[in-house]
C-alpha cells in the first residue's frame, strides 16, 4: 500500500460516519446519501494531492457530495417523490414515536440551510468558520442558523414527550 | 468528536451514532482511480487537440505552398505490420491498419524511414531545428503535393509531451513520398510535419 492510499485510508476511516451523517442528515435518504458520500470520496481520491492540502478535507467531501446532490436534484426532480426511504417527515404533534424517529423528523422539518448548518456544526463536528467557508456564509449566519435549528428542533421535540425521556 | 451538553445537540448525535458507510474503501479507492484515469484522459485528449492546432499551421503552409492536384490514386495493398519501441521513437501498426509513430529524441532519421518504409509509409526523414535556417519548409524549390484526405488519422501526444502522428498508409498515393520532418527544439522534438512529394523530395538541413 503506497503512502497516498494508506493516508487516504486513514482518513476515510475517520470521517466516512460522520460524512456519511452529515449528507443523511441534509437529503433525508439514506441510499442517496450513501450513493453521493461515496462519490464525494472517490472524488477527493481522485484530487487526493489537492484535497489531503485542505484545511478540513471532510468538508470538502460533504460539499462535493450536497453539490452532487443539486445536480441530482435538478435532474431527477421530475420523477423524484418522497418514499420510504426519506427519513419521516409530517409526524402529528403529539404521535408516539421513539427518540431517533422524532430527531429524524424534526430535522426534515427545519429549513435546508438550517439543516445543513446542524449536520456540519453538530454531526460533522466543524467549528463555525470552516461551516461557514463550507457553505459560503458567514460565520455570524452559522451562529444564526444554528439558534433556530436548535430552538425549532426543542420545540418539535417537546411534542413527542414519551419517548424522549431517554434524551 | 465534541461532547455537547445541550440536550438537542446530544439527541441529534445520538439519532446518527448507528448511521455508518458501508462501502468498503477499496471500492471507494477504485471508483477514484478510474475518475482520475477519465480525467488524465481528457487532458491528454486536450494536448491532442492543441498538438493538432499546431499541427494545422505548417499543414495548410504544406498545402498552400502545393498548387498541384492531387492525382488520389490510393494504394490498396495492406499494410505490413510493425512494433517497434525505442527509446527514440516508437513505430506500431494498429489493427486498422494506421500507424502510429511516437518520437522522443532523433538521432538517427535514416533507422526511422527504415522501418516507416517496412510499416508501408515511404517516407524521407528529416530533423528540422526550430530558429535556425531550415530548408525543410521552402523544400528546396519542390512544392509539395495537397495533402491526401485521411493521410493523418490522428495528432497524438506519448509521454513527457512526445509529439506523434497516425498515418493511415492506404491513404498515400503511389509513388509519392511522405516527408515526415521532426522539429526540434533543443534537443527534444517538438512536432512533426508530414508533406507529400511526388517521387522523392528534397533532403532537409538546418
Known amino acids: 500500500v503506497d503512502q497516498t492510499t494508506g493516508d487516504f485510508a486513514d482518513f476515510y476511516r475517520q470521517y466516512r460516519a460522520g460524512c456519511f451523517r452529515a449528507v443523511y442528515a441534509t437529503v433525508g435518504d439514506k441510499l442517496l446519501a450513501e450513493e453521493l458520500v461515496s462519490e464525494g470520496f472517490a472524488r477527493a481520491w481522485a484530487s487526493w494531492r489537492k484535497v489531503c492540502r485542505h484545511p478540513a478535507p471532510q468538508a470538502w467531501v460533504v460539499r462535493t457530495a450536497l453539490n452532487l446532490h443539486v445536480s441530482w436534484w435538478r435532474r431527477y426532480r421530475r420523477e423524484v417523490a418522497l418514499n420510504d426511504r426519506d427519513f419521516p417527515g409530517g409526524l402529528d404533534a403529539g404521535a408516539v414515536v421513539d427518540g431517533d424517529t422524532a430527531v429524524f423528523a424534526a430535522l426534515r422539518a427545519l429549513p435546508v440551510r438550517q439543516r445543513e448548518v446542524v449536520a456540519l456544526r453538530i454531526l460533522l463536528d466543524l467549528d463555525v468558520d470552516t461551516t461557514a467557508d463550507t457553505l459560503g456564509i458567514a460565520p455570524g449566519t452559522v451562529k444564526a442558523h444554528l439558534h433556530r435549528a436548535i430552538a425549532t428542533l426543542r420545540t ?9 425521556t431517554a434524551v | 468528536m465534541t461532547q455537547h451538553t445541550d440536550e438537542v445537540p446530544a439527541a441529534v448525535e445520538r439519532a446518527f451514532s448507528a448511521v455508518d458507510l458501508a462501502t468498503p474503501v477499496d471500492q471507494i479507492i477504485g471508483r477514484g482511480r478510474r475518475l482520475r484515469g477519465r480525467r488524465r484522459k481528457l487532458a491528454s485528449g486536450l494536448v491532442a487537440v492543441a ?12 498545402a498552400a505552398g502545393g498548387g498541384q492536384p492531387t492525382s488520389a490514386q490510393a494504394s490498396t495493398a495492406p499494410a505490413p505490420g510493425v512494433q517497434v519501441d525505442l527509446a527514440a521513437w516508437s513505430v506500431h501498426t494498429n489493427a486498422n491498419g494506421t500507424v ?3 518520437v522522443r529524441q532523433m538521432h538517427d532519421p535514416a533507422d526511422l524511414r527504415k522501418t516507416l518504409a517496412k510499416a508501408g509509409i515511404p517516407a524521407v526523414v528529416a530533423v528540422d531545428h526550430l530558429g535556425t535556417p531550415s530548408t525543410c519548409v521552402s523544400h528546396g524549390g519542390q512544392v509539395p503535393k495537397d495533402l491526401p484526405k485521411g493521410i493523418i488519422a490522428a495528432v497524438n501526444r506519448g509521454t513527457a509531451g512526445a509529439p506523434g502522428v497516425t498515418i493511415r498508409p492506404a491513404a498515400i498515393p503511389k509513388g509519392d513520398t511522405v516527408y515526415f520532418i521532426v522539429a526540434m527544439n533543443g534537443t527534444r522534438p517538438s512536432y512533426v510535419l508530414i508533406m507529400i512529394f511526388k517521387g522523392t523530395p528534397p533532403t532537409c538541413s538546418s
Open chain 2, 100 to 102: 502510429s509513430i511516437t
Open chain 2, 51 to 62: 498538438a493538432a492546432a499546431a499541427l494545422a499551421v505548417p499543414l495548410s503552409h504544406a
Open chain 1, 156 to 164: 418539535r421535540l417537546a411534542t413527542f414527550p414519551e419517548k424522549r
